[in-house]
């Protein structure tokens, strides 16, 4: 596992094949998840159940993990134990002078006294990340379900400058 930054709460490494499942359980722990189980702990199998049948984790990992614009995290207390994760991608545009965008998704954090604190961490560290490579804005992307989310980012700077539409490319 390659570690990308020591903090003062928290560690931020590349995730691997193994932390998959673990990955999986903090994106269902989130209102906004078909999968959704509340809890302030990692969950496990017996509490979150199998995998959808349709999933296919292993081969989005595959596709993340093999583009070098694409970085999946995780983040580790400090017992070396994943309590959060996120993905970032780095898309250059013709907008702006052809500047390059740090976009951040799925980003997670078990719930907890001290998880605020290292959001924080984590998010500094990660402008800071984004900047020294080469990315001249740091965009987050959320569920409009998870607004309780929204007051974290904006008293970090974060500010509500684009609107977002999605399409469902999914046939129920």
């Known amino acids: 596992m390659e570690i990308l930054a020591v903090l003062e709460r928290a ?3 590349r995730a ?4 998959i499942p673990t990955i999986e359980r903090l994106l269902a722990d989130d209102p906004t998840s078909p999968e959704y189980v509340a809890t302030t702990t990692l ?4 509490v979150l159940g199998p995998t959808p049948s ?3 984790l292993d081969a989005a990992f595959n596709r993340i993990d093999s583009d070098p614009n694409q970085s999946l995290l995780v983040i580790l207390d400090t017992a070396d134990r994943i309590i959060g994760t996120l993905q ?3 898309l250059t545009t013709m907008a702006r002078g052809g500047g390059i965008r740090a976009f951040v998704s799925g ?3 078990r719930a907890g006294a001290d998880s605020i604190a290292i959001g924080k961490e984590v998010f500094t560290w990660l402008a800071n990340y984004a900047k020294e490579h080469g990315a ?3 965009m987050v992307a959320m569920d409009k379900d998870r607004a309780h989310v929204m ?3 904006t008293t970090m700077g974060f500010r509500a400058s684009h609107e977002a539409l999605t399409l469902s490319l999914c046939q129920k």
Do not use: P, Q, Y
Not at 16 to 19: E, L, N, V, Y
Not at 43 to 46: L, Y
């Open 11 to 13: 560690s931020v490494a």
């Open 16 to 19: 691997t094949r193994g932390h």
């Open 43 to 46: 969950i496990g199998d017996e």
């Open 54 to 56: 349709d999933s296919d």
């Open 88 to 90: 970032l991608s780095f």
């Open 107 to 109: 980003a997670r954090i």
């Open 136 to 138: 001249r804005v740091l």
């Open 151 to 153: 007051g974290f980012f």
